[in-house]
């Protein structure tokens, strides 16, 4: 290896730009989890009975499990009763009901992170709806998506407004005993976004939200339903962002879509938590449960990923195929440097006939990153004529990161068709030297090369995100050297 | 425009170029050759910047200014410009996108202002005629899939685009059939100019047919042993190097060496 390690280093260790706190008083709740905890949260929001009880379920499942270990990743016990489980910016105990109403230093907040709220949702066309810690502050646009009958707003308030679609849908793809951390979050989570889209109805612009963590020791469990009504179709992103911070923090989140009956789901996250610091100080512990039901014929699901933060990446966004003729994807870009680990991948179960799925997994290693991708596809013997095409890459730079592929296959029906293709490669001295001998910069040639090892991902990005998920990558990995 | 005194080269522990000297003005067209593994190449690499070559001593001044301080962007920026033996593929990047970005980085550094995606278009397709390219070259990652000679046409368009002072041309030649090195000899001609020179490094006597350089070196050994106009390079091509690398030795005319 020709080119210095003291570039390599000096390009790796590339700081975090979003590392600060805000100086809001927040309601919190005292560390330490047990059933008074979750009737307290349960109370706080106002909920109807069944979801207490649904939360109490949940927890005293949660306490029988063990803590899951299969995964390729090296996690530092967790305490969980350090953490509190619920905190809330405090204000005024309505919540606002227009950016005015918003706490100035709020905003001041979105606007370091380069969402310029109110600018960016007109600019864009992107109703915002902005989760400060565990209380949702902020939503854009309520207006116009209420006139198409859409529904979206933060979960607690669909739990107020909405209880009949909550008790039929939550839990109904990822079970409060799912895994570890679904049941966790089914205990204690606070809030989240719910989005709802009747019949027949093409959402009038991209949903997003941006999840932020503030409150030091703070845990941040949200809850997501989308539920697409017959004929309907949503594109909705979520973007994730922490302040810098010496101790780990749990964020385990669930997010569960129903796709009824010709609906058409696109989910597409630009996460972004902080990733610990050069020496693997710090950082989100970043367990997710993602899954979605394509529930009815002709139904499709589309899972688009970039993740570039976090110190641990434990999530599998995944398809049930149940419907006849339906459809998943996942395309993913998993970007680990220093000590960050990715265990992620996705499952596609196929149930329904002629159904179809495609992952696409892109991962990029540097520094002592260790990036894995962990991936299930599934056909089961009703599933007559399913198909799949997994392709799976990954990129390293540098030779103290590792990159590794766990595919899982089980077909159960001869008509399926399965592909998978694998490919590791590195960024080589002579591309970059080819770069910059053309005059382009080490940092542009880097962030070229591995965009375009990325272009198969970043294309089904929505535009205005995919030109973010570019920059975000340029910014977390400027000039590491193959 | 380029003065190179008394250069050593090491790779590793080992000496490849053991004391080269060369002027190079404006406007002259200087061809290097010799047999494999005399430097020839590492001279080229070593000229824009590439990583691993250790320089033991002497310099290389290039418009007045030491190159050597330079980073290979910079010696770009700077008008420096290598066409590669063997250009690599970047699978996903846009050809037009990567000649873009260069070109405007050169372009800023000089204070020039950007060229837009439609200024650019314009540019490239009128190039592109010259190399004889077709348009869907443009939507190609950069050499993905290119075959021998499209790679070497690539480099060569690059060069017309990017408008170096000082090109260099590592084994151009190399890899390509006739009709393929007339074009590329006829874009490089195309490129000839009194403000700019060219230092060609090849094995083959052959590429010389078509483009007419003002001076031949022999690089034998980590060393320019001998320098001439362009009969020497068809002297060579008739004695082959034997009787230059080992003058006690020759007997007689050995052609077949050259291609060995």
Redesign the interface.
């Known amino acids: 290896m020709?080119?210095?390690p003291h570039d390599l280093e000096e390009l790796v260790t590339q700081k975090y730009r979003h590392g600060f706190v805000t100086d809001i008083e927040s309601d919190t709740l005292a560390p330490g989890l047990d059933e008074n905890v979750i009737r307290h949260i349960s109370r706080i929001k106002k909920e109807p009975d069944f979801l207490l009880q649904w939360r109490l379920n949940a927890y005293r499942h949660w306490l029988t499990m063990p803590t899951p270990n299969w995964a390729h990743l090296k996690i530092a016990p967790i305490d969980y009763q350090a953490i509190s489980y619920y905190s809330a910016p405090k204000a005024r105990t309505d919540a606002p009901k227009s950016l005015d109403e918003v706490d100035p230093k709020l905003l001041e907040t979105y606007d370091k992170l380069g969402i310029p709220l109110h600018e960016r949702a007109r600019l864009a066309g992107v109703a915002v709806d902005a989760v400060f810690d565990s209380v949702s502050v902020a939503t854009t646009f309520k207006d116009r998506l209420a006139k198409a009958g859409v529904v979206f707003c933060s979960f607690s308030d669909a739990v107020q407004h909405h209880p009949e679609l909550i008790e039929r849908y939550l839990g109904s793809v990822v079970p409060h005993g799912d895994n570890y951390f679904a049941a966790l979050n089914s205990a204690v989570f606070t809030d989240g976004s719910f989005v709802y889209i009747p019949k027949g109805v093409r959402c009038p612009m991209e949903l997003s939200t941006y999840f932020r963590i503030n409150a030091a020791n703070t845990g941040q469990f949200e809850r997501t339903l989308i539920i697409a009504d017959e004929g309907s179709t949503v594109s909705y992103l979520e973007g994730c962002t922490a302040p810098m911070r010496d101790e780990n923090q749990l964020h385990a989140a669930v997010v569960e879509l129903v796709a009824l009956k010709d609906a058409n789901i696109k989910y597409s996250t630009v996460q972004n938590w902080y990733p610990g610091d050069e020496n693997g100080l710090g950082g989100i512990y970043n367990f997710v449960t993602k899954r979605g039901d394509c529930r009815g014929a002709n139904s499709k699901i589309s899972w688009t990923q970039v993740e570039t933060g976090s110190a641990i990446t434990w999530k599998y966004p995944s398809c049930i195929l149940t419907g006849d003729n339906s459809v998943g994807e996942f395309y993913s870009v998993a970007l680990t440097n220093h000590y960050q680990q990715a265990d992620t991948g996705t499952k596609m179960i196929h149930i329904g006939r002629n159904t179809k799925s495609t992952i696409v997994s892109k991962g990029i290693s540097a520094g002592h990153g260790q990036n894995c991708y962990r991936g299930l596809v599934k056909i089961l013997p009703g599933a007559e004529g399913a198909r799949n095409y997994t392709q799976c890459d990954s990129l390293l730079m540098g030779d103290r990161c590792g990159a590794h592929t766990f595919p899982y296959i089980e077909v159960k029906n001869s008509t399926a068709s399965v592909e998978h293709e694998a490919s590791t490669s590195k960024i080589?001295?002579?591309?970059l030297?080819?770069?910059?001998?053309?005059?382009?910069?080490?940092e542009?040639a880097v962030s070229?090369?591995v965009?375009?090892?990325?272009?198969?991902v970043f294309k089904e990005l929505p535009m205005e995100f995919a030109v973010e998920a570019q920059n975000l990558l340029s910014v977390s990995l400027e000039g590491a050297v193959g | 425009m380029l003065s190179i005194k008394d250069l050593h080269v090491n790779v590793g522990d080992k000496e490849i170029l053991k004391g080269i000297s060369l002027e190079i003005h404006a406007g002259e067209v200087h061809a290097i050759m010799g047999p494999n593994g005399s430097g020839k190449s590492t001279l080229s690499q070593v000229l824009?910047?590439?990583?691993?070559y250790e320089v033991v001593s002497g310099s290389i001044t290039y418009k007045d200014q030491d190159i050597l301080a330079l980073?290979?962007?910079e010696?770009?920026?700077e008008g420096v410009?290598?066409a590669?033996q063997?250009?690599?593929e970047?699978?996903?990047?846009n050809n037009v996108?990567?000649?873009k970005?260069?070109?405007n980085?050169?372009r800023k550094?000089r204070g020039l202002s950007e060229l837009d995606a439609f200024e650019f278009l314009t540019l490239i397709k009128e190039k592109m005629k010259l190399m004889q390219m077709d348009e869907s070259f443009l939507n190609r990652?950069?050499n993905e899939g290119f075959s021998g000679g499209e790679k070497k046409r690539n480099e060569i368009l690059?060069m017309a685009i990017?408008e170096p002072s000082l090109a260099l041309l590592d084994e151009t030649d190399s890899g390509l059939d006739i009709d393929a090195l007339k074009i590329v000899a006829n874009g490089v001609n195309s490129l000839r100019s009194p403000e700019r020179a060219i230092l060609m490094v090849t094995h083959y006597q052959r590429l010389l047919d078509y483009i007419t350089p003002d001076y031949v070196h022999v690089l034998a050994g980590g060393k320019i042993i001998k320098s001439g106009d362009k009969s020497l390079a068809l002297e060579l091509e008739k004695r082959g190097y034997d009787w230059l690398t080992h003058p006690q030795s020759q007997k007689g005319t050995t052609t077949g060496a050259i291609g060995a």
Not at chain 2, 90 to 93: A, D, L, R, S
């Open positions: 020709s080119t210095t080589s001295d002579d591309q030297f080819y770069c910059r001998s053309r005059g382009i910069s080490q542009d070229m090369i965009n375009g090892f990325c272009k198969a | 824009a910047g590439r990583d691993g980073s290979p962007e010696r770009a920026r410009f290598l590669l063997y250009p690599v970047i699978p996903g990047v996108y990567l000649l970005a260069g070109l980085a050169i550094h990652g950069v690059q990017l």
